[in-house]
């Protein structure tokens, strides 16, 4: 009996959403549907770059173009994007996805700001 094959249904998007990992040293970009559902995801080591040059803007817009690309497969034209950590690929990100073909809504950043730091240390007294 031959092995019969589920027939994949590859759903659609209008809008999805799309997150922006921006360390000093690494750019992740994240494709999700309008529930979170992760559709797909990109990086500069995942698209040949080692090294430094992942840290570059230049690899970070790539990737974002990768992942432009995968959000048309999926039907999406506009997403909105988060935007998280301080790396200095996080501009040239967004460009990248609007140069791939999608049209980006919002943008939000969800970065980590210090409100004041540590308690100091005591005094030394001597």
Same mark, same amino acid.
């Given at each position: /009996? ?32 309008? &529930?979170?559902?992760?559709? $797909?995801?990109?990086?500069? $080591? ?5 090294g430094a040059r992942q840290s570059t ?18 039907? /999406? ?8 950590? /301080?790396?200095?690929?996080? &501009? ?7 140069? $791939? ?26």
């Amino acid at each position: /009996m031959a092995k019969s094959t589920k027939k994949r249904i590859r759903k659609s998007f209008e809008t999805g959403a799309v997150y922006v990992y921006a360390s000093w040293n690494n750019t992740i970009v994240t494709l999700t549907d309008p &529930d979170g559902n992760v559709l $797909g995801w990109s990086s500069p $080591g995942k698209n040949g770059f080692k090294g430094a040059r992942q840290s570059t803007p230049y690899a970070g817009q790539v990737s974002a173009e990768q992942v432009a690309e995968l959000g048309q497969l999926y039907g /999406m034209k506009s997403v909105t994007v988060y935007v998280k950590g /301080m790396g200095p690929a996080r &501009d040239q990100t967004i460009r990248g996805l609007i140069n $791939g073909g999608l049209t980006v809504s919002s943008i939000a950043c969800l970065s980590r700001v210090p409100h004041g730091g540590c308690r100091p240390k005591k005094v030394r007294r001597v």
